[in-house]
């Protein structure tokens, strides 16, 4: 083979593997939620960042069962994808269309195609079975589905929920009685007035004595 021949051939398996890349990833990959700060950015580049937010309920209660959605909007807004994470063990995550089960995580089955400049992924999210504030994490990938990594681009948003009454409030050290003196300070304020107020009379009567 000649060193044209060679060129070639090197450029070719280098197009091919970008391309598998892109492919491998076109039906979804755990750990891009944004939830440890890693997003479909770490593949995807060039394209105009898109708007992602949640809709759905900000409070639930214990073991209930919430319907969210992930709304993209704008960027390229042909197709997109999506990656989504809750942030506590007791709370579940259930994929619902266009979106499958990865672990613990939810990822896009196939790129889905916008509506519009807008793409919806709706899921359900199965509260834990105790008070907590949790934090459900999202990403939504906008492409110009071409396949390649160029030219898209990913944008994350947080929601947090109460479940129940949410987290346990810490408790300050030393509880109530640090808190101004507490009532025992309070108690004992009047009777060191009334102390300090009689000692003038007693000076008075010791005199006269």
């Not at 997003?39 to 069962?65: D, I, R, W, Y």
């Not at 992930?70 to 999506?82: E, H, P, S, V």
């Not at 944008?155 to 025992?184: F, H, N, R, W, Y």
Request: hydrophobic letters at 35%.
């Amino acid at each position: 083979m000649n060193s044209n021949s060679m060129r070639h051939a090197g450029v070719f398996v280098i197009a091919l593997l970008g391309a598998t890349s892109a492919f491998a990833t076109s039906t979804g990959i755990s750990g891009n939620s944004g939830k440890d700060t890693a997003t479909c950015n770490t593949c995807h580049k060039g394209g105009e960042a898109p708007t992602v937010e949640f809709e759905g309920p900000s409070t639930l209660e214990k073991g209930a069962t919430g319907q969210y959605t992930l709304i993209i909007r704008g960027g390229a807004a042909k197709t997109g994808g999506a990656g989504i994470a809750v942030d506590d063990a007791g709370a579940s995550l259930v994929a619902g269309t266009g979106l499958k089960k990865l672990g613990t995580e939810l990822s896009h089955s196939a790129p889905q195609a916008f509506t519009g400049t807008e793409l919806r992924f709706n899921f359900s999210l199965v509260a834990p079975a105790t008070d907590v504030t949790l934090n459900l994490f999202g990403a939504g990938n906008s492409a110009n589905a071409d396949q390649k990594s160029d030219g898209d681009r990913a944008a994350s948003t947080k929601l947090s929920i109460k479940v129940g009454t949410g987290s346990p409030v810490a408790e300050q050290p030393g509880g109530d009685e640090d808190e101004g003196g507490g009532c025992a300070a309070a108690s004992s304020a009047p009777f060191w007035a009334l102390a300090l107020a009689g000692l003038p009379l007693a000076v008075i009567r010791r005199r006269r004595s």
